[in-house]
């Protein structure tokens, strides 16, 4: 298995202007004929050869140039490669025919068949199981593809541009689609089946009209609403905020099962995974309506970050994804509560993101090399990258950093760059160096930042010392300071805060040295301060709070991030302790925890949505980020007993306010009812931590009443979770009767059973993988079951039996030969084995061996394995 290196980029030998291509669609043989005018590319050298990628799964039934048809002694295909042996001439036309097995592509990417229909997935690599392509994204050309198929079995027939021509015979039909912006063969998409459609018109800014059609099985016509209104928004949003009009006259979204990612932005034709365009009050969660509009506007947002103006490499992903989120997030922020949404996102990056970059697969947001570049659609790559492009935001200001994104789109529509083209632009608009800042993109690991302080009462001089440093990462042990934004504001005793020398209420300063001492004059008392605010840089802070200055905080920052992330510390301080007990204390609750949430509670009808996320605990995913040795029972018992005691300390709190959150006549999924509903499930959560009857009573009828799932399910997971497990049972039944025909909603009902932490779950888990509404082949399903228990069930994952290791290592070793992508990415828990105890550490590292054992294995999980096992 070979590895790719940026330092090795060079240009493509050969550009391709044209494809034609030409698509006999057929469940189990389909023949792609594809047309290529291509030209020797002069800036490359001469003398390179002309080198095509192909999976080995495609079969080459001829291969002609210039009409010439091509003996097998013209070429040689190895590894993936065809290379010809001929002489070319500066333009010719490259003629190639392909058959393709559709049916047998359990893999999901290139051609697939999901439940009967067919669709692509390309990105990244998907094309080349389609046909021999230079499949590389600085390879941009304009498509014709011609579809033609079997006209009852697949009457809708998909592509990407504007469909120009189309025709049938007595038993097929045929479109032809024109897409008239040249792009890499990673946005080529298709679709074919008997789908219906949603439709609206869009006018632009402009005044052009677009067409918008969002494609489904027709049982699931009644859920596309929001997903439409959805994708308007995001169209309006985009052209406000960032002056970028859509280009095509139609846009389409299409609606399939089997999916390895959450959607995907093909031009003009994005494929979704149906958990991220369905939506319906009765069968999805207002957390899944929300996930739904942010994947709708992030794939949105990329026709100009990422279609128009595309990566050069893979290395430079975090071009179009970093930015797409950073742009999603901002969306979401407008669109709901920005305090929230930054809460969401600072949760996610400091849980999962810290967690990869501390692990074996820890790498730069421009890595420097891969076997399998699946393996780098990450957390680090995403959500940090976005972090970057946030943080770039905070330091140019809303207009420059506009100005620089303007300057972007400009200078290189139409083009394949990099994120030093990015950044390069930010300097132009800025007339700033950010050399130092783009360590960044280049230095992997978190970044942690130490602040000692100091208050010279004499002289009313207050001084903070920053101290930054980053831990060795896998293939890097050198360090560099890096640019970090950190934003500060200093409180007085009343709570006001303090005017700082630029006689604002917060500053930004910019550490840029491995230490940086910051000094404010003139004060009459020792300041309480709040740094970081907004969470204004991806690092790992250390001040030592008291928790009195905790319990400050979270009553006077009026920055929402901060203010939460004040509670969240103070509940860190008491559960570590405790931690450190082995978790299973009694002992009560410290005064200061009780009174700050009782303050919470009674505060929390004037910002449900914040509340809601205010009184809930930190995870045990995050508590276990911030754990030298993940003690997974200690970390588990902990969380339980204080949620308890909480409960217990605040009962008549939490059921008044569950009381108050009570249910408005119909559901509306408007962010005021979101948030309601969230808090109102946050209160029952707590009450049945209690294990009386009377909340069960309250858990039942909630389930029985509600006319949402956001509810129902809420109640549903409530008495799930509980010790009333006849209770659960019944209504795990209920539920399965009522939803069994709604795919979605089966998902939700595996994955809560998967996450069950009582004793018992593995087998409980097999049995799940037997249901009928289980289907191995589907990822979403592999998705519910599989990855939920390893993640989640984390006291029964971990096992001292060390059976779900086991359990996953067989998984992995089954599932590599069908679904290499998935199966990756469902190994992630055992790479972790590190932060474990050395019981356990062994244990792992067993199943790890077992699966390198195993035979042979793809290049995405060798990959990760040999990374972890380093
Ligand atoms: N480009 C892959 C799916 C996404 O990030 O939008
Ligand atoms: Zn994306």
Same mark, same amino acid.
């Given at each position: 298995?070979?590895?790719?290196?940026?330092?090795?980029?060079?240009?493509?030998?050969?550009?391709?202007?044209?494809? *034609?291509?030409?698509?006999?669609?057929?469940?189990?043989?389909?023949?792609?004929?594809?047309?290529?005018?291509?030209?020797?590319?002069?800036? @490359?050298?001469?003398?390179?050869?002309?080198?095509?990628?192909?999976?080995?799964?495609?079969?080459?039934?001829?291969? %002609?140039?210039?009409?010439?048809?091509?003996?097998?002694?013209?070429?040689?295909?190895?590894?993936?490669?065809? +290379?010809?042996?001929?002489?070319?001439?500066?333009?010719?036309?490259? +003629?190639?025919?392909? /058959?393709?097995?559709?049916?047998?592509?359990? @893999?999901?990417?290139?051609?697939?068949?999901?439940?009967?229909?067919?669709?692509?997935?390309?990105?990244?690599?998907?094309?080349?199981?389609?046909?021999?392509?230079?499949?590389?994204? *600085?390879?941009?050309?304009?498509?014709?593809?011609?579809?033609?198929?079997?006209?009852?079995?697949?009457?809708?027939?998909?592509?990407?541009?504007?469909?120009?021509?189309?025709?049938?015979?007595?038993?097929?039909?045929?479109?032809?689609?024109?897409?008239?912006?040249? /792009?890499?063969?990673?946005? #080529?998409?298709?679709?074919?089946?008997?789908?219906?459609?949603?439709?609206?018109?869009?006018?632009?800014?402009?005044?052009?009209?677009?067409?918008?059609?969002?494609?489904?099985?027709?049982?699931?016509?009644?859920?596309?609403?929001?997903?439409?209104?959805?994708?308007?928004?995001?169209?309006?949003?985009?052209?406000? !905020?960032?002056? +970028?009009?859509? *280009?095509?006259?139609?846009?389409?979204?299409?609606?399939?099962?089997?999916?390895?990612?959450?959607?995907?932005?093909?031009?003009?034709?994005?494929?979704?995974?149906?958990?991220?365009?369905?939506?319906?009050?009765?069968?999805?969660?207002?957390?899944?309506?929300?996930? !739904?509009?942010?994947?709708?506007?992030?794939?949105?947002?990329?026709?100009?970050?990422?279609?128009?103006?595309?990566?050069?490499?893979?290395?430079? &992903?975090?071009?179009?994804?970093? #930015?797409?989120?950073?742009?999603?997030?901002?969306?979401?922020?407008?669109?709901?509560?920005?305090?929230?949404?930054?809460?969401?996102?600072?949760?996610?990056?400091?849980?999962?993101?810290?967690?990869? $970059?501390?692990?074996?697969?820890?790498?730069?947001?421009?890595?420097?090399?891969?076997?399998?570049?699946?393996?780098?659609?990450?957390?680090?790559?995403?959500?940090?990258?976005?972090?970057?492009?946030?943080?770039?935001?905070?330091?140019?200001?809303?207009?420059?950093?506009?100005?620089?994104?303007?300057?972007?789109?400009?200078?290189?529509?139409?083009?394949?760059?990099?994120?030093? $083209?990015?950044?390069?632009?930010?300097?132009?608009?800025?007339?700033?160096?950010?050399?130092?800042?783009?360590?960044?993109?280049?230095?992997?690991?978190?970044?942690?930042?130490?602040?000692?302080?100091?208050?010279?009462?004499?002289?009313?001089?207050?001084?903070?010392?920053?101290?930054?440093?980053?831990?060795?990462?896998?293939?890097?042990?050198?360090?560099?300071?890096?640019?970090?934004?950190?934003?500060?504001?200093?409180?007085?005793?009343?709570?006001?805060?303090?005017?700082?020398?630029?006689?604002?209420?917060?500053?930004?300063?910019?550490?840029?040295?491995?230490?940086?001492?910051?000094?404010?004059?003139?004060?009459?008392?020792?300041?309480?301060?709040?740094?970081?605010?907004?969470?204004?840089?991806?690092?790992?802070?250390?001040?030592?709070?008291?928790?009195?200055?905790?319990?400050?905080?979270?009553?006077?920052?009026?920055?929402? #991030?901060?203010?939460?992330?004040?509670?969240?510390?103070?509940?860190?301080?008491?559960?570590?302790?405790?931690?450190?007990?082995?978790?299973?204390?009694?002992?009560?609750?410290?005064?200061?925890?009780?009174?700050?949430?009782?303050? &919470?509670?009674?505060?929390?009808? $004037?910002?449900?949505?914040?509340?809601?996320?205010?009184?809930?605990?930190?995870?045990?995913?995050?508590?276990?980020?911030?754990?030298?040795?993940?003690?997974?029972?200690?970390?588990?018992?902990?969380?339980?007993?204080?949620?308890?005691?909480?409960?217990?300390?605040?009962?008549?709190?939490?059921?008044?306010?569950?009381?108050?959150?009570?249910?408005?006549?119909?559901?509306?999924?408007?962010?005021?009812?979101?948030?309601?509903?969230?808090?109102?499930?946050?209160?029952?959560?707590?009450?049945?931590?209690?294990?009386?009857?009377?909340?069960?009573?309250?858990?039942?009828?909630?389930? @029985?009443?509600?006319?949402?799932?956001?509810?129902?399910?809420?109640?549903?997971?409530?008495?799930?979770?509980?010790?009333?497990?006849?209770?659960?049972?019944?209504?795990?039944?209920?539920?399965?009767?009522?939803?069994?025909?709604? %795919?979605?909603?089966?998902?939700?009902?595996?994955? &809560?059973?998967?996450?069950?932490?009582?004793?018992?779950?593995?087998?409980?888990?097999?049995?799940?993988?037997?249901?009928?509404?289980?289907? %191995?082949?589907?990822?979403?399903?592999?998705?519910?079951?599989?990855?939920? #228990?390893?993640?989640?069930?984390?006291?029964?994952?971990?096992?001292?039996?060390?059976?779900?290791?086991?359990?996953?290592?067989?998984?992995?070793?089954?599932?590599?030969?069908?679904?290499?992508?998935?199966?990756?990415?469902?190994?992630?828990?055992?790479?972790?084995?590190?932060?474990?105890?050395?019981? +356990?550490?062994?244990?792992? /590292?067993?199943?790890?061996?077992?699966?390198?054992?195993?035979?042979?294995?793809?290049?995405?999980?060798?990959?990760?394995?040999?990374?972890?096992?380093?």
């Amino acid at each position: 298995k070979s590895v790719i290196y940026l330092k090795d980029y060079t240009v493509p030998a050969f550009l391709v202007e044209t494809v *034609d291509l030409r698509f006999e669609l057929d469940a189990t043989a389909t023949c792609v004929e594809s047309v290529l005018r291509m030209r020797r590319n002069p800036q @490359a050298s001469p003398d390179e050869s002309l080198c095509l990628f192909g999976h080995d799964s495609l079969e080459l039934l001829s291969l %002609s140039i210039d009409g010439v048809d091509l003996p097998s002694s013209a070429w040689l295909r190895q590894d993936e490669v065809l +290379r010809l042996t001929v002489q070319l001439n500066e333009t010719f036309e490259l +003629r190639c025919v392909t /058959k393709i097995n559709p049916e047998a592509n359990t @893999a999901l990417e290139g051609l697939y068949l999901s439940d009967g229909m067919f669709c692509t997935q390309c990105e990244a690599e998907g094309f080349r199981r389609i046909t021999f392509y230079p499949d590389r994204p *600085d390879v941009m050309a304009v498509f014709t593809t011609t579809l033609i198929a079997n006209k009852n079995e697949y009457p809708i027939l998909l592509s990407n541009g504007n469909p120009v021509a189309q025709g049938s015979d007595e038993t097929n039909h045929w479109v032809t689609w024109q897409d008239p912006f040249p /792009k890499p063969a990673y946005l #080529f998409a298709l679709v074919a089946g008997d789908l219906s459609c949603a439709e609206d018109t869009f006018i632009t800014q402009s005044g052009r009209a677009v067409k918008l059609q969002i494609y489904a099985e027709a049982k699931d016509l009644d859920k596309l609403g929001h997903a439409m209104e959805s994708l308007k928004q995001s169209m309006r949003w985009d052209e406000r !905020v960032y002056g +970028r009009e859509y *280009d095509l006259d139609i846009y389409m979204i299409v609606a399939v099962d089997f999916f390895n990612m959450g959607a995907m932005e093909n031009k003009g034709l994005n494929i979704f995974n149906t958990s991220c365009v369905l939506a319906h009050p009765r069968t999805t969660t207002d957390a899944a309506f929300q996930r !739904v509009e942010s994947v709708v506007a992030h794939e949105y947002f990329h026709n100009w970050s990422g279609n128009r103006v595309t990566c050069r490499d893979w290395f430079q &992903l975090s071009l179009k994804e970093g #930015f797409t989120v950073f742009r999603d997030q901002c969306f979401s922020a407008d669109m709901h509560s920005a305090a929230v949404r930054r809460v969401e996102d600072v949760t996610l990056l400091r849980t999962a993101q810290f967690a990869e $970059d501390a692990g074996p697969m820890s790498h730069p947001v421009r890595p420097e090399s891969f076997i399998e570049i699946s393996n780098f659609y990450t957390l680090t790559v995403y959500e940090k990258g976005a972090e970057i492009v946030r943080m770039l935001h905070t330091l140019l200001g809303e207009s420059l950093f506009r100005k620089g994104t303007d300057l972007y789109f400009d200078r290189h529509d139409g083009q394949a760059v990099t994120t030093d $083209d990015f950044v390069a632009c930010m300097e132009a608009v800025s007339q700033r160096d950010l050399t130092q800042f783009k360590r960044w993109y280049s230095q992997a690991g978190t970044p942690r930042l130490d602040v000692i302080d100091d208050y010279d009462a004499d002289q009313g001089t207050y001084s903070l010392r920053f101290i930054q440093s980053t831990p060795p990462t896998p293939g890097q042990t050198e360090k560099y300071p890096l640019h970090i934004p950190l934003n500060l504001a200093l409180f007085d005793s009343n709570g006001e805060v303090i005017p700082l020398s630029n006689g604002q209420s917060s500053q930004l300063l910019e550490l840029t040295n491995e230490e940086t001492t910051f000094v404010v004059e003139g004060l009459h008392e020792q300041p309480i301060p709040s740094l970081l605010r907004g969470f204004s840089a991806p690092v790992k802070l250390f001040y030592p709070y008291t928790e009195e200055q905790l319990s400050f905080l979270l009553t006077y920052e009026m920055d929402g #991030f901060s203010r939460w992330d004040a509670g969240q510390q103070l509940a860190v301080r008491l559960l570590q302790a405790r931690i450190l007990k082995g978790g299973k204390v009694e002992e009560e609750l410290p005064k200061t925890i009780v009174a700050a949430w009782k303050v &919470l509670l009674e505060n929390a009808s $004037d910002d449900p949505a914040m509340a809601s996320l205010l009184l809930t605990l930190p995870t045990e995913a995050y508590l276990s980020e911030i754990s030298s040795v993940i003690d997974v029972d200690a970390i588990f018992h902990a969380r339980r007993t204080v949620r308890r005691q909480l409960a217990q300390a605040l009962e008549t709190q939490w059921l008044t306010l569950y009381n108050e959150m009570g249910s408005e006549e119909r559901y509306r999924p408007d962010s005021s009812e979101m948030a309601r509903r969230s808090l109102k499930n946050t209160c029952l959560s707590y009450l049945m931590a209690l294990d009386s009857p009377t909340y069960l009573a309250l858990a039942e009828q909630q389930f @029985a009443e509600s006319d949402n799932m956001t509810e129902q399910f809420a109640a549903l997971s409530a008495v799930v979770y509980s010790v009333f497990t006849d209770s659960a049972r019944e209504m795990l039944d209920e539920f399965l009767n009522q939803w069994q025909h709604e %795919s979605l909603v089966m998902n939700q009902w595996l994955a &809560l059973q998967a996450a069950d932490p009582k004793a018992g779950a593995l087998s409980r888990v097999k049995a799940l993988l037997e249901h009928p509404v289980y289907d %191995s082949r589907n990822p979403n399903k592999l998705r519910a079951v599989i990855s939920t #228990f390893c993640n989640q069930n984390t006291v029964n994952f971990h096992g001292l039996d060390g059976e779900g290791y086991r359990f996953l290592a067989d998984k992995i070793i089954e599932l590599d030969k069908q679904n290499p992508q998935v199966a990756s990415r469902l190994l992630t828990p055992l790479t972790r084995w590190k932060r474990y105890d050395d019981q +356990r550490q062994a244990l792992m /590292k067993a199943q790890l061996q077992r699966i390198i054992e195993s035979g042979d294995l793809s290049g995405d999980v060798y990959e990760v394995l040999s990374k972890s096992m380093a």
